[in-house]
């Protein structure tokens, strides 16, 4: 139990090393969050309107779901799934089988920018800490 208490940890300080850069290079952000298999491990809330709890718990089920079907239908693990409603975008970004790294944001014309920030977010998070 120990490991997975250091590994979480140093996930959450990774975390925190990121956001401030994805802050910067994605425009109106709602929430940055680190899910675990257990919920949300940390976050950065931009718009207090939204429940993180609630929309991590259904996010997390339709990860679930989707690295099921991923993976059952042969297509490998899920790396990233994107998910555009009327008034935002929210992409996760598998951090392990168990981690993601999950972008709220409402700037739907700026899903390429923000994609590719949270990709290079997610590998500054899994580099080994020198």
Same mark, same amino acid.
């Given at each position: 139990?120990?490991?997975?208490?250091?590994?979480? $940890?140093?996930?959450?300080?990774?975390?925190?090393? !990121?956001?401030?850069k994805l *802050?910067?290079? !994605?425009?109106?952000?709602?929430?940055?969050m @680190?899910?675990?298999?257990?919920?949300?491990?940390?976050?950065? /809330?931009?718009?207090?309107? /939204? $429940?993180?709890?609630? !929309?991590?718990?259904?996010? !997390?089920?339709?990860? *679930?779901?989707? *690295?099921s079907?991923?993976e059952?239908?042969?297509?490998? $693990? /899920?790396?990233?799934n994107?998910l555009?409603?009327?008034?935002?975008?929210?992409?996760a970004?598998? /951090?392990?089988?168990?981690?993601?790294?999950i972008l709220?944001? *409402?700037?739907?014309?700026?899903?390429?920018?923000?994609?590719?920030? @949270?990709?290079?977010?997610?590998?500054?998070?899994?580099?080994?800490r020198?």
């Open positions: 139990m120990p490991e997975i208490r250091e590994t979480q $940890n140093s996930l959450a300080i990774k975390f925190r090393e !990121v956001v401030d *802050r910067q290079t !994605v425009t109106h952000i709602q929430a940055i @680190l899910v675990g298999p257990h919920g949300v491990l940390d976050y950065v /809330l931009d718009d207090p309107a /939204l $429940n993180l709890e609630t !929309v991590a718990e259904e996010y !997390v089920m339709l990860l *679930r779901i989707a *690295r079907a991923s059952d239908s042969g297509a490998g $693990n /899920l790396v990233e994107i555009v409603s009327e008034k935002s975008i929210m992409i970004r598998s /951090l392990s089988p168990d981690h993601f790294l709220l944001s *409402r700037a739907q014309d700026q899903i390429g920018r923000a994609r590719y920030e @949270l990709k290079l977010a997610a590998r500054e998070i899994e580099r080994p020198t």
